[in-house]
Nanobody, 125 residues
Framework: QVQLVESGGGLVQAGGSLRLSCAGS????????MGWFRQAPGKEREFVAGISWSGASTSFADSVKGRFTISRDNAKNTVYLQMNSLMPEDTAIYYC??????????????????WGQGTQVTVSS
C-alpha cells in the first residue's frame, strides 16, 4: 500500500513557475515508476510527465516539453514536478500516481495503481 500526498499548487500568472511535490509512504515507493497527470474541467485526465523508479528515465507530454521537469528523491519518498513558463492552458488539478511498470513512459490508466488527492494549479493570463 502506498499513500500519495501532493502539494505546491496555487495561483500564478502566465510565465511564472511552480514546483509540485508528491510525498509517498511505504517501503516500496522506490520500486515504482511515477507519473504526473492533470485534469482540467470538462476534459479527460491526461499524462503530463513520468519518471522511472531509478530516476534515470523521464518522459513528457508534447505540450509541456521544454517547460516542465520531473525528478525524484527516493531517500525522501518524494517526486517533484517543476513547472516553468506556465500558460493558462496548464490550469488543472494535478495528480501524482505510481506505475506498476517501473518505467517512465505513459501507459493506459489501469497501469497506474495509487493516486494522490490532487493539487489545483491555476494560471492567470
Amino acid at each position: 500500500q502506498v499513500q500519495l500526498v501532493e502539494s505546491g499548487g496555487g495561483l500564478v500568472q502566465a510565465g511564472g513557475s511552480l514546483r509540485l511535490s508528491c510525498a509517498g509512504s511505504g517501503r516500496t515507493f522506490s520500486t515504482y515508476g511515477m507519473g504526473w497527470f492533470r485534469q482540467a474541467p470538462g476534459k479527460e485526465r491526461e499524462f503530463v510527465a513520468g519518471i522511472s523508479w531509478s530516476g534515470a528515465s523521464t518522459s513528457f507530454a508534447d505540450s509541456v516539453k521544454g517547460r516542465f521537469t520531473i525528478s525524484r528523491d527516493n531517500a525522501k519518498n518524494t517526486v517533484y514536478l517543476q513547472m516553468n513558463s506556465l500558460m493558462p492552458e496548464d490550469t488543472a488539478i494535478y495528480y501524482c500516481t505510481t506505475k506498476l511498470n517501473g518505467g517512465s513512459r505513459p501507459a493506459p490508466l489501469n497501469e497506474y495503481v495509487y493516486w494522490g488527492q490532487g493539487t489545483q494549479v491555476t494560471v492567470s493570463s
